[in-house]
T-cell receptor
Framework: ETGVTQTPRHLVMGMTNKKSLKCEQHLGHNAMYWYKQSAKKPLELMFVYNFKEQTENNSVPSRFSPECPNSSHLFLHLHTLQPEDSALYLC?????????????FGSGTRLTVV | GESVGLHLPTLSVQEGDNSIINCAYSNSASDYFIWYKQESGKGPQFIIDIRSNMDKRQGQRVTVLLNKTVKHLSLQIAATQPGDSAVYFCAENPGFQKLVFGTGTRLLVSP
């Protein structure tokens, strides 16, 4: 365990479903991130939260809706997804909002949209 | 623009060999670099880091070398083991901004 826990580990959903991904960090970090990782693609930053305030939305479609109720918890709400949204979704946290101290990643949620 | 690129997408080595994974970065303002290891089905895990005021840092069986003149970063793994098989990412911090990740190199270790 890295201190960042993601649930569920695997998720299969239909295009009309609504589901949520959860991330929790036990490291006392202030910033949290959502990344998308597809086959043969680099990590794609989706959202950044610092002290539970969203500081970056990297042109993510509105079918992805993040929520950060506090500095330790981060959610990604999913609705009306497309098959191309199938990917590994990674949550990360860091001491500050920049990269000066590196990120700690969770194990990810493997999402399959059918 | 900012970019972090890897020269080789796949590196195959024999168990016991030394492995070298390379990374080129483009932002001369980057002051912090990290290597991550990602095993199948897992998230990236921190291996070793280095700040720009250093050119070499050693860990357990791993060494990171930084050449700021040519903007090059490398990860050396000594006596590579099957458990080292994974995808390795480099990441750079271009100065108080979010980390920029490379595309990754897959390391395959044959027994």
């Amino acid at each position: 365990e890295t201190g960042v826990t993601q649930t569920p580990r695997h998720l299969v959903m239909g295009m009309t479903n609504k589901k949520s991904l959860k991330c929790e960090q036990h490291l006392g970090h202030n910033a949290m991130y959502w990344y998308k990782q597809s086959a043969k693609k680099p990590l794609e930053l989706m959202f950044v939260y610092n002290f539970k305030e969203q500081t970056e939305n990297n042109s993510v479609p509105s079918r992805f809706s993040p929520e950060c109720p506090n500095s330790s918890h981060l959610f990604l709400h999913l609705h009306t997804l497309q098959p191309e949204d199938s990917a590994l979704y990674l949550c990360a946290s860091s001491q500050g909002a920049g990269g000066a101290y590196g990120y700690t990643f969770g194990s990810g949620t493997r999402l399959t949209v059918v | 623009g900012e970019s972090v690129g890897l020269h080789l997408p796949t590196l195959s080595v024999q168990e016991g060999d030394n492995s070298i994974i390379n990374c080129a970065y483009s932002n001369s303002a980057s002051d912090y670099f990290i290597w991550y290891k990602q095993e199948s089905g897992k998230g990236p895990q921190f291996i070793i880091d280095i700040r720009s005021n250093m050119d070499k840092r050693q860990g357990q069986r791993v060494t990171v070398l930084l050449n700021k003149t040519v903007k090059h970063l490398s990860l050396q793994i000594a006596a590579t083991q099957p458990g080292d098989s994974a995808v390795y990412f480099c990441a750079e911090n271009p100065g108080f901004q979010k980390l920029v990740f490379g595309t990754g190199t897959r390391l395959l270790v044959s027994p």
